[in-house]
């Protein structure tokens, strides 16, 4: 539409030149000059303005079906996170007064699957997913690694998050390691995630905070560990038997504790979402999914060598993978590089 629009103006402005050279008889040769420029310039800014991210459904446009289907087929071994993230997130966006915004907490161990799982919501939501300017991202430890600083940060963090949602209401925050926030933040971030309707003439309602964590990570593997010596399938865990892990005992630790005590005794979360350790046939799907991903052929051998290169606890048994598809990419630079 932008595009049309100046055209339209390029047009008008053509004509009006022209009628002056018309009536003035200006010098032909710098008419035509003049004239060229002048459409050349408000073309290429019209150009510019097309392909320029704007906060409207050109850009912005949830697809349900490809986060269904990104859930079923890349995210493995999840069958609580892939269930509750789907009902979470295409409920919110299928409402279109919520009372506040979406917030979830993404908990497990590393490399099960939380960072990648906010990348597919991120994905199914803006047309330039991750490097969408809508998405914001923090890392707790890289970007406010300094304790003595916290009021500074978070008089930079509020500034931020106010422009970003006044300039596009459909926003992401993801704040990654949100177990080692600064409780001054945790505060800091705690009135935009609340049911107001505005805070300072801004309304958060739209948009989406995720945060994650390796908060209750033990607890989530013990209860899959459980299953695993009962002899039963993990499929069979349902979300009540990780419910004590995910809510009070986590919050033990005092930087956690204040993160209980301040977000979610006051039911800020909507959802919290458990990721299970991940078993050593998920590892192998990892990597046969990077492999594709890379455009190489699967090669069983190549899978198992990398799969088999992971380590796995407990010590004896070998059940669940340490870091769980997290450095998988790695191991398969190192071995396609031989
Ligand atoms: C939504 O996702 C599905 C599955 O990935 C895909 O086939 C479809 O083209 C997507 N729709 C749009 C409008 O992008
Ligand atoms: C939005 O957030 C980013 C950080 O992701 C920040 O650099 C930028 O200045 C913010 N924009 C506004 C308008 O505040």
Known sequence: MRLKGGVTEAAALLFLVLRLDVSYAFEPITTTVVLGGLGASLLWGSVQNYFR????AKWIEFNGTGLKVDLEEKLFGQHLASRVILKAVTGFLSHENP????VLSLHGWSGTGKNYVSQMIANNLYRKGMRSGFVHQFIATAHFPHAENVD?????LQQWIKGNVSS??????????MDKLHPGLIDGIKPYLDYYEHVDGVSYRQAIFIFLSNAGGEKINKVALDF?????????????????????????SKQSG???????????VDFFVPFLPLEYKHVQ???REELKVRGKAVNEDTVSVVAKEMTYFPKQERVFSDKGCKI???KLDYYLED
């Open 168 to 177: 596009c209401p459909r926003s992401l925050f993801i704040f990654d390691e």
């Open 228 to 252: 695993w010596n009962d002899g039963r399938q993990r499929e069979e865990i349902q979300l009540s038997d990780l419910e004590a892990a995910v809510s009070l005992d986590v919050f033990n």
């Open 328 to 330: 998988v990419e790695k």
């Open 285 to 287: 799907k990892c990597v």
């Open 152 to 156: 500074v940060y978070k008089e930079q």
């Open 53 to 56: 991210e704007g906060c409207n």
């Open 258 to 268: 204040f993160w209980h005590t301040s977000i979610i005794d006051k039911n800020l």
């Open 99 to 102: 009372k506040k915004p979406l």
